[in-house]
């Protein structure tokens, strides 16, 4: 059902204070800045092999992220898995009794097709399907 990590999603309160890190100190390849308007971030996309690293920044404060922040700080926020078949990978996980935020894909950066699994049913890590995009 899964074929590799696709990216994981940190968090970070500026785009712009946490970019040079990423892409001038570890010399990632950085891929642009996109706005996801559905989940109220700006993320910018840094390569490593065949995954990413996704910086995200609220732009809202009743964004998922800015509430993540709040009560965590900066950190890890998510990982995402590479699927295939993003609703055979839904229904999957429904039958087996996990608990998803999102029973239906919903549009992530990129073009991609995402679902989120609550951290309740993954041991506290909040978890990304994600397919497709470019
Ligand atoms: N990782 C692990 N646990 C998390 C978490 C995260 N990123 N975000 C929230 N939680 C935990 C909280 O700590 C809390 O746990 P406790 O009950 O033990 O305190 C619990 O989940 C409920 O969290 P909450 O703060 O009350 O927040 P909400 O219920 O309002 O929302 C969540 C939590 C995960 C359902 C919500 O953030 C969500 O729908 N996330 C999916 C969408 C998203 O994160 N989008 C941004 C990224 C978009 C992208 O990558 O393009």
């Not at 699927?83 to 029973?103: F, P, Q, T, Y």
């Amino acid at each position: 059902m899964l074929q590799k990590i696709n990216h994981i999603g940190i968090a970070v309160q500026s785009l712009e204070d946490s970019l040079p890190f990423y892409r001038d100190i570890l010399a990632m390849p950085f891929a642009g800045v996109e706005e996801v308007a559905e989940q109220k971030v700006r993320v910018a996309m840094l390569g490593i092999g065949e995954s990413k690293i996704e910086l995200l920044e609220p732009t809202s404060p009743d964004s998922p992220v800015a509430k993540f922040l709040e009560k965590n700080g900066q950190g890890i926020h998510h990982i995402a898995y590479e699927v295939d078949d993003i609703e055979g990978a839904i229904a999957s996980l429904v039958a087996a009794g996990a608990r998803m935020i999102d029973d239906k894909p919903r549009s992530g950066a990129h073009g991609t097709k995402i679902a989120f699994v609550h951290p309740k049913s993954s041991n506290g890590v909040l978890t990304e399907l994600c397919q497709g995009g470019h």
